[in-house]
């Protein structure tokens, strides 16, 4: 069966510190993978998504930017952290291509910047 | 642009009682209807989907939400509800992209 996992599951880093969250997706290949942050009493918001290795869309201009070094790793990243990156991050994947389809929900990571 | 409306941040209710969550989108073409549920502490999971026939739609756990075309809507319902339907829920919308409602944060009493 398939899993989705993230890493890690809470953090907590300084203003003007990179960052690097991991998602990985096991038992499936060639996943569309998403990047969202979960802000509270504003649901979800579409970050990156990306139907390839090394192919990624951004939705929102931001500090973040998103890398898919492998076919099931997906990886969001900054160079220097604002306090408004602070947030629940979650990665998605879905088998098919196309925004029709279920996308299953990794656990998160909780991120504080202090 | 699209978008997806929740109307209730917050619901507290006691077990027994029946629950229905309003949602209302807007886009202008063939839409695909999701609801999605938080539990304390698990994953964002899917609850019950709408992508065509019969506007009644039941989903896991009892519960069911009905799409009305003419009001853009997607309302969750549960006629019942336990302590453990305490959770987040969500709305979502695919039409030319996938799109969440706010979420309503739902918290049943025993």
């Known amino acids: 069966s398939q899993t989705i996992h993230q890493w890690p599951a809470t953090l907590v880093q300084p203003v003007g510190s990179p960052l690097s969250l991991e998602c990985t997706v096991e038992?499936?290949?060639?996943?569309?993978l998403y990047w969202y942050r979960q802000a509270a009493g504003r649901g979800l918001q579409l970050l990156f998504y990306?139907?390839?290795?090394?192919?990624i869309s951004s939705e929102v201009p931001q500090n973040l930017s998103a890398s898919r070094p492998q076919d099931r790793q997906f990886i969001l990243s900054s160079k220097k952290l604002l306090l408004s990156d602070s947030g629940f991050y979650l990665c998605?994947?879905?088998?098919?291509?196309?925004?029709?389809?279920?996308?299953?929900f990794g656990p998160g990571t909780r991120l504080t910047v202090l | 642009a699209q978008s997806v409306s929740q109307h209730n941040h917050h619901v507290i209710l006691s077990e027994a009682a029946s629950l229905e969550l309003g949602c209302n989108y807007s886009?202008?073409?063939?839409?695909?209807l999701f609801w999605y549920v938080q539990y304390p502490g698990q994953h964002l999971q899917l609850l019950l989907k709408?992508?065509?026939?019969?506007?009644l739609v039941k989903g896991i756990k009892g519960f069911e939400a009905e799409f009305i075309k003419s009001k853009f809507s997607f309302n969750l319902r549960k006629p019942s509800v336990q302590w453990s339907d305490t959770a987040e829920y969500f709305c979502?919308?695919?039409?030319?992209?996938?799109?969440f409602g706010g979420g309503t944060r739902v918290l049943v009493k025993p």
């Open positions: 709408y992508f065509s026939g019969d506007p």
């Open positions: 979502a919308a695919a039409g030319n992209k996938l799109t």
């Open positions: 886009y202008g073409g063939t839409v695909n």
């Open positions: 038992g499936t290949s060639n996943p569309n």
């Open positions: 998605a994947w879905t088998p098919l291509a196309g925004v029709h389809n279920e996308q299953f």
């Open positions: 990306s139907v390839g290795i090394g192919q």
